[in-house]
């Protein structure tokens, strides 16, 4: 069979090859032509791009050498396509790494290639453990309950049913997508390139636009569910009430309520939450705001029956869901009032609106390994760079209530030049929109300008003093200002802190794991937890992403380990796995350790939705990709107490 990556066959004309070559990234397409023809050399002499920055795909090239590579192109495509579009031998590792290393501009360090192999599958082959067909019998006796239809909980339902274990994915919503089901506010798109912001192994030729809107990512997994006959297994508008352990039997007995209110149990010899970090909205309290007459709903649960067309919009919080909700109904709205507390660092992204040309699309269908190297490029300025640029010198002389380190002084300062370079010389509007505290140190949003410029617009104004009451029909502020309002959109994120909440898990002897943690969730790897056996989670406690990455990309990591400790249960006949305590309370006090050295966790970020109320973090990971990756990569027995 074709490998998949190897491209489909085809028949274009030099004509139309020559316009498809005016849109691809030059210096991925150069990569595809080593591919086509074998010959390293294409990439050992002069043409090679200058630099790489994120989410910048076309290569620093001068255009002299772009048009040289588009005329090579042009003439190995043809022949490649004149000869049938021959699937192309593998390329051995080490010519690979230099190829990674020619397209990022510098050297891969050797311990990222393995990594960057598999999840690229670079080599044409997947590299994902198989299970053993010889204990089928024995898997089919091993039902799982998945909670959780999210991307997460959609992929362990794929790697369970390929290795034939029966399972059940129950989800609260009616449809698939987690996060993209439920957000499907004005604006809302992913904040991470599409070509990576996927399955590794369901790559897309098809986004119509490089950071894709709600829709079209719901509609992708939709795609995935189908293509991988999941639905069948998937209770939908089922709600998981908590789940209890028995040790006598060796099982988990999950309690579900169905939409018409339905009580039942179900059970697993295993179960995987799949919850989640982020779906539980959070709506602060105001004095007086169920005396308003107007509709007024969070972010996450749009009602779209609302029409704002000419009315007065007060919208509450504006973290990384109102920045793009303010911008896209500001035109609409007779007058937007964004009452925001803390002002948000952006990172300059011009092409975050912009659409996937034809040409591309044809690339990633057609040229060999294009759409890989092309995940391959859009990963590697996130992976890993973010979080040393994220580490706090102790020795930083300058003012650390506004940066940590010296890097992090010169983000403080580029940032703050995109900024005002949008708003021109108005005083009033820079001290509001300027954060005072240190880049990077909440979420930090991808801007194309379009927040600024709803901001500068006449019927939109940011309030930065804080709310004191809310009346039938306005936002009243702590300076007794009347904001007059017909609808509220609160935009004020969600209960991030508390772990798998609001459901009851008990463990062994009756532990209750809300109990357990308090504020302070953990788990082994962000997988496991002793006390609570054959219990895994994805994005658990630890594993957030603030540094870089791809959630999928670490959901992957995590069922991969979660695959692999199922085999060993059913392949060793065992009951039950869990983690040693030591491993558990060494992993959480090293995580605990490291992310005091980041900047999420200092003092100057008041705000954020990563610490409890103690200032602490449990979500986040402080952890390198390349560690996680390969930590996650083979579950080590010695680490459990399995029975
Ligand atoms: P968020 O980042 O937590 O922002 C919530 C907003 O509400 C902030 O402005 C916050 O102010 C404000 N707020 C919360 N409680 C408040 C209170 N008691 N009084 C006054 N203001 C209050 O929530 P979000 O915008 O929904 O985003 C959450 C996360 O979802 C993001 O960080 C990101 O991980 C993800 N997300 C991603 C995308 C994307 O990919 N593009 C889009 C949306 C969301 P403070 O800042 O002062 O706390």
Not at 485 to 496: C, K, N, R
């Amino acid at each position: 069979m074709r490998n998949p990556h190897a491209g489909l066959a085809f028949t274009t004309s030099d004509e139309e090859i020559s316009a498809v070559l005016q849109d691809v990234s030059i210096p991925t397409l150069m990569l595809s032509l080593v591919h086509m023809t074998g010959d390293p050399e294409l990439i050992r002499g002069h043409l090679k791009p200058a630099g790489l920055f994120l989410n910048e795909v076309q290569g620093y090239m001068t255009e002299g050498d772009k048009a040289e590579v588009r005329r090579l192109a042009l003439e190995i495509i043809g022949n490649y396509r004149d000869q049938g579009c021959p699937e192309p031998a593998p390329i051995p590792t080490e010519l690979l790494h230099e190829m990674m290393s020619w397209l990022v501009v510098e050297d891969v360090p050797d311990e990222y290639v393995p990594m960057l192999v598999e999840e690229m599958e670079l080599d044409g082959t997947s590299q994902r453990p198989a299970p053993d067909p010889a204990a089928a019998a024995a898997r089919e006796a091993f039902p799982v309950v998945v909670i959780g239809c999210g991307q997460s909980g959609l992929l362990a339902g794929i790697r369970l049913k390929e290795a034939g274990i029966p399972f059940t994915i129950v989800e609260k919503n009616a449809g698939v997508g987690g996060t993209w089901w439920e957000n499907s506010y004005p604006g809302a798109r992913v904040d991470v390139g599409n070509h990576f912001y996927c399955y590794s192994f369901e790559p897309s030729d098809r986004w119509s636009e490089f950071f894709a809107q709600q829709p079209e990512l719901q509609a992708y997994f939709q795609g995935v569910m189908t293509k991988h006959g999941i639905e069948p297994h998937i209770r939908w508008e089922t709600e998981v009430l908590g789940a209890e352990w028995d040790d006598g039997s060796a099982t988990w007995s999950v309690r579900v309520r169905g939409a018409d209110g339905t009580e039942e149990t179900l059970t697993g010899r295993a179960v995987i939450s799949a919850v989640g970090q982020l779906n539980r909205p959070s709506i602060p309290e105001i004095t007086g705001q169920e005396t308003f007459d107007g509709p007024a709903f969070h972010s996450a649960r749009w009602d779209h029956d609302v029409d704002l067309t000419g009315k007065r919009v007060a919208m509450i919080g504006a973290g990384a869901s109102g920045f793009q909700i303010g911008p896209t109904i500001a035109p609409d709205v007779e007058q937007l009032t964004v009452f925001q507390r803390t002002a948000q660092w952006m990172f300059p992204n011009p092409n975050y609106h912009e659409h996937v040309g034809p040409g591309v699309q044809w690339a990633l269908r057609h040229l060999p390994f294009y759409g890989r190297w092309y995940r391959f490029l859009i990963f590697w300025p996130g992976c890993d760079k973010g979080l040393e640029a994220a580490r706090v010198d102790p020795d930083y002389q300058g003012d650390q209530q506004v940066a940590i380190s010296e890097m992090n002084d010169f983000a403080r300062q580029m940032f703050t030049e995109w900024i005002t370079s949008q708003i021109g010389d108005d005083p009033g509007l820079i001290a509001k929109v300027v954060p005072d505290y240190p880049a990077t140190g909440k979420r930090t949003l991808q801007d194309n300008g379009s927040w600024l410029r709803a901001l500068t617009r006449d019927n939109v104004e940011l309030v930065r003093t804080g709310i004191d009451y809310i009346e039938p029909d306005a936002v009243v502020t702590v300076d007794g200002t009347r904001y007059e309002a017909d609808i509220i959109v609160y935009a004020t994120g969600f209960h991030a802190t508390r772990a798998l909440w609001p459901m009851a898990i008990t463990g062994r002897d009756g532990v209750d794991l809300r109990e357990l943690w308090g504020e302070r969730p953990a788990a082994y790897l962000g997988i496991t937890v002793p006390g609570f056996p054959n219990l895994f989670c994805m994005y658990g406690p630890g594993t957030n992403l603030a540094h870089g990455g791809s959630l999928i990309f670490h959901s992957e990591c995590q069922m991969r380990y979660i695959s692999q400790c199922i085999d060993a249960l059913i392949d060793g006949d065992h009951r039950s796995m869990e983690p040693l305590q030591a491993k558990y309370d060494d992993w959480h006090n090293r995580t605990q350790a490291e992310i005091k050295t980041l900047v999420w966790a200092q003092p100057s970020v008041k705000h954020s939705f990563f610490k409890n109320s103690h200032g602490e973090i449990h979500g986040l990971s402080p952890w390198r990709i390349v560690d996680y990756w390969s930590w996650t990569h083979t579950p080590d027995p010695a680490d459990f107490t399995i029975t």
